[in-house]
């Protein structure tokens, strides 16, 4: 082993953190890996493995636990992947020991966890793109809110893993009595749910508006200075193809040809990250410390305002950063290194202007809705089916069972990530071949949408963004930035979002 | 005449609710409704007229037709319930026993590849919660698919009740091709088929809210009237729909006319179609003057141009006419009837009219014109009908028109 190689300690099992493993295995500094995780993942194993690092099997939301790790093996860099890890103070515990960490401080990382913060964050500053919301305190009061409110999204007031949000549309008023009483009752469900599970909050949920438009992800990297923004990538959180059915994680990306999507503007999404930089500007501002980690921001293109914050993650989105892999340029350790040491001025990053990338999340059948039925399921792998075709698979919800057998977590299995220089629709269908190249031993159905990228639904992509962007650019023209409502017997009412 | 699927994922949510909308947005095409809706407790089955007051029970996912075309089976195999309803002349009761019977992915198959099916649409509910939704692979009936936040999925015959259940319009099937699944999976089975949509749908039956297939029926109405009046060698000075179901033909045809569309006539009704109503000669009369009141004063020395967007038998048209003349001092009075003539019964089941009723069928247009009493008469040349669709990728069956 060559001493100058630098030593990275990666913290995290899933396949944000098997992406991660692989861009860091590509810098040309070749790095040597570890990885610490909660669950043993065969694919950061094996970059761990070929890069002459090695793993450890810890509890990464564990303080004390991740330090032992990080005391034992000395990285140059430790880059924390999960949020789970971050809200725990993970990062905070390894700064305090001298490590070099790429991933904020918990006090920071509240802008995910708690969705309160954020969005009175946004209106305290006045950072553009917020959206008007009410916090609750007691389920009741939320429900009596809920009933009057009308075409509103609620959301547990902490960060639970991508689920629990849901939206009551209430695109016509025939339907309003029927949403609202739903809406009621699951509002005062969530709060009472989030009482009994997290002692740490403040506020139980969050009832906010609901807006229509085009979801994309905007993931950056930042030393709480210089902000270095990667390439616009679009999530799939429906479980099913054509976008219906359950919200999950992701279950799936596309990204490319170069920094934008075909249906989001350069300035649109410059604008995107204005909102992320005006947010590092406010913590820094209200937290008092920098923000060194990855901010990310999951934003629609309303017809409202244009860029509009749905959600920040203080981390990388998975499955969006998986669609990096056959875009980057640069040297991934170069970034993370350089924000984490705090010296990102003047960086530039580079990716490949040529490439359209589609990931494909694989869960078992049963995910969403019962992860009971989806788990605990044999896997079986061909790596050579994905790799003929060009593509890379990355693990995510899978575990060693007490026999050694590779086994189902019940959240995505897998992910497919395939890259192509002709267009999205073809390294779909790479990625529908490819996607052959996992099973379950026992039978188990496995699920993906084979829709992501298809030419369906890039062109639905492109009309709402259109329509979006005929109303926002109206609404801007004439200098229009207030919500007035009228309410008989209170009188006018004037939201500002200047 | 059309179909409705309304599938909620949490199971304690009220799909009768949503699909209660859905039903409304189809009603249009018929006077008669059968259903089933399950709930935890397994389905209720039932029937109704959505033009009463009606309701349906609770229950997480319901299916719905339109009958007399839309037609219900059930069947019950290892403690399995299902129910189908498929439009048009398909063995529905094969297709619930065979759904009861084996496995969602074969049924699906069957479905799309299967020559019994082959001009049907059809939807089917297990009491497992598994549903299938599809067109057999010449299917002259159209099934758009479409989701509900993160919610529901639904299936309808056209976009607007899945609009009016506060969904979005997803995916429009093609001839061959069926989604089928339950809370745990969304699957597509496709066969080579061909969208065998009957042109009756855009000439008559769909809602100029809705798309069929991907187009829209106003634009494709509007175009048509555009059409009529390029060919229609008649001097007008007015132009009129007759019923208000032929508006946006009329809209098309004073366009390329450049002459002034009026409101000619005000409903007593709503929105009736009489052609579809199961009522007696004498009754369809009845209704006949209480839908087409005429506006005093636009018609009085006047040529006009009457939009029409079916003749059956005439009497409609016949009618309105002579009001005209007798009460209304029209001057001329020429007819621009926005379909192909309908000179036979669909033996697909899109409509069920009595060939012995087509006056097309069997006199000239000549001799249509002289009972009508009309100055002129054009109607709808199937070519360009044809012509338009094709280009939107449909290939429409016109099997009963000339």
Redesign the interface.
């Known amino acids: 082993m060559r001493p100058s190689l630098p030593r990275v300690l990666l913290v995290g099992s899933g396949a944000r953190e098997h992406a991660i493993a692989l861009l860091l295995a590509g810098s040309p500094e070749e790095p040597e890996i570890a990885a610490v995780m909660d669950h043993f993942n065969p694919g950061i194993a094996e970059v761990a493995e070929k890069t002459g690092g090695r793993v450890y099997l810890a509890k990464t939301t564990s303080a004390d636990s991740v330090l032992l790790v990080a005391e034992e093996y000395s990285p140059d860099l430790v880059v924390v992947g999960p949020e789970e890890p971050l809200f725990a103070g993970i990062a905070n515990k390894l700064r305090e020991k001298g490590f070099t960490v790429f991933g904020p401080d918990k006090e920071l990382a509240r802008i995910e966890k708690d969705k309160v913060f954020a969005r009175s964050l946004m209106w305290r500053h006045g950072i553009p793109g917020r959206l008007r919301y009410k916090a609750f305190r007691d389920p009741e009061e939320a429900s009596k809110y809920a009933r009057v409110a009308g075409d509103v999204v609620v959301k547990p007031a902490r960060q639970a893993g991508g689920s629990g949000v849901r939206i009551f549309a209430e695109p016509y008023e025939h339907l309003s009595k029927l949403a609202r009483s739903v809406a009621s009752e699951y509002v005062s469900a969530v709060a009472e749910k989030v009482k009994a599970k997290y002692s740490d909050m403040d506020y139980l949920v969050l009832v906010e508006e609901r807006v229509d438009g085009v979801e994309y992800t905007v993931m950056t990297v930042t030393d709480g200075d210089s902000v270095v923004a990667l390439p616009v990538v679009q999530d799939h959180p429906h479980v099913y193809p054509f976008d219906i059915g359950p919200e999950t994680g992701g279950m799936g990306a596309i990204a490319g040809p170069c920094w934008t999507l075909p249906f989001i503007t350069e300035e649109e999404y410059s604008e995107s990250i204005e909102i992320i930089r005006k947010t590092i500007d406010a913590l820094r501002s209200e937290i008092g410390k920098p923000y060194v980690g990855a901010l990310s921001g999951q934003m629609m293109l309303t017809g409202f305002w244009g860029p509009t914050l749905i959600e920040y993650y203080s981390r990388f989105g998975d499955p969006e950063i998986s669609a990096l892999l056959f875009l980057l340029e640069s040297s991934f350790l170069e970034l993370l290194d350089r924000a984490a040491s705090r010296r990102l001025a003047g960086y530039k990053l580079s990716i490949k202007c040529d490439q359209y990338v589609v990931v494909k999340a694989v869960a078992p059948s049963g995910y969403p809705l019962e992860r009971a039925r989806a788990r605990g399921h044999p896997v079986a792998v061909d790596k050579d089916i994905v790799e003929k075709l060009g593509c890379e698979l990355l693990y995510g919800g899978v575990d060693k069972n007490s026999t050694g057998d590779l086994v189902s977590t019940g959240s995505r299995l897998a992910e497919i990530v395939c890259p192509s220089d002709k267009g999205f629709e073809d390294a779909s269908k790479r990625a529908e071949k490819a996607i052959a190249g996992i099973w379950l031993r026992d039978g188990h159905p496995l699920i993906h949408r084979w829709d992501i990228g298809s030419r369906v639904l890039l062109e639905q992509r492109v009309a709402m963004a259109r329509r979006a962007r005929i109303s926002y650019t109206r609404r801007r023209e004439k200098g229009l930035m207030a919500i007035y409502d009228w309410v008989p017997g209170q009188g006018l009412v004037k939201y500002n979002y200047e | 005449m059309g179909l409705l699927l309304t599938y909620f994922?949490e199971i304690d949510?009220?799909a009768g609710?949503?699909a209660y909308?859905g039903v409304m947005g189809l009603r249009h095409r018929g006077y008669r409704v059968v259903y089933a809706v399950l709930g935890p407790n397994g389905f209720e089955i039932g029937e109704a007229n959505p033009w009463s007051e009606w309701g349906l029970p609770s229950g997480y996912a319901v299916i719905a037709g339109i009958s007399p075309t839309a037609r219900l089976a059930t069947s019950r195999h290892n403690g399995r319930r299902v129910v189908a309803i498929i439009d048009g002349p398909c063995p529905v009761e094969k297709l619930a026993e065979t759904m009861a019977k084996n496995d969602l992915r074969d049924v699906a198959e069957e479905l799309v590849s299967g020559d019994e099916y082959r001009w049907c649409a059809a939807i089917a509910l297990r009491s497992d919660g598994a549903f299938i939704a599809g067109r057999g692979k010449e299917s002259r009936r159209p099934l758009s698919?479409?989701?509900?936040?993160?919610?529901a999925?639904y299936a309808a015959t056209e976009t607007a009740p899945i609009?009016?259940?506060?969904g979005?319009p997803?995916?429009d099937l093609g001839g061959g091709e069926a989604v089928y699944?339950d809370?745990?999976?969304?699957d597509?089975v496709h066969v080579p088929g061909r969208r065998r949509t009957s042109l009756f749908e855009y000439v008559y039956l769909a809602r100029p809210d809705s798309l069929v297939d991907g187009v829209s029926v106003y634009a494709f109405r509007r175009e048509m009237g555009r059409q009529l009046a390029l060919i229609h060698d008649a001097d007008v000075d007015v132009v009129v729909g007759v019923p208000e179901t032929a508006i946006p033909y009329a809209i098309g045809y004073a366009e390329a006319k450049h002459v002034r569309l009026e409101q000619g006539f005000v409903s007593t009704l709503g929105r009736v179609r009489t052609a579809l109503a199961p009522v007696s000669l004498e009754e369809r009369l009845m209704m006949l003057s209480l839908k087409l009141n005429p506006v005093p004063g636009i018609f009085e020395d006047k040529s006009i141009a009457i939009v029409d967007d079916s003749v059956v038998t005439g009497l409609t048209l016949k009618t309105v006419i002579q009001r005209l003349r007798r009460l209304h001092g029209a001057r001329e009075v020429h007819v621009a009837v926005s379909s192909p003539r309908i000179i036979s019964r669909c033996r697909f089941g899109v409509q069920l009219v009595d060939e012995s009723s087509l006056i097309a069928r069997y006199l000239s247009d000549e001799d249509v014109s002289r009972v009508l009493d009309a100055d002129s008469l054009v109607w709808l040349p199937l070519r360009e009908a044809v012509r338009f669709l094709r280009e939107h990728g449909v290939e429409p069956c016109t099997e009963c028109m000339r």
């Open positions: 994922y949510q009220d609710k949503y909308y698919i479409g989701g509900y936040g993160f919610e999925l609009i009016l259940m506060g979005s997803r995916y699944g809370r745990y999976s969304l597509r």
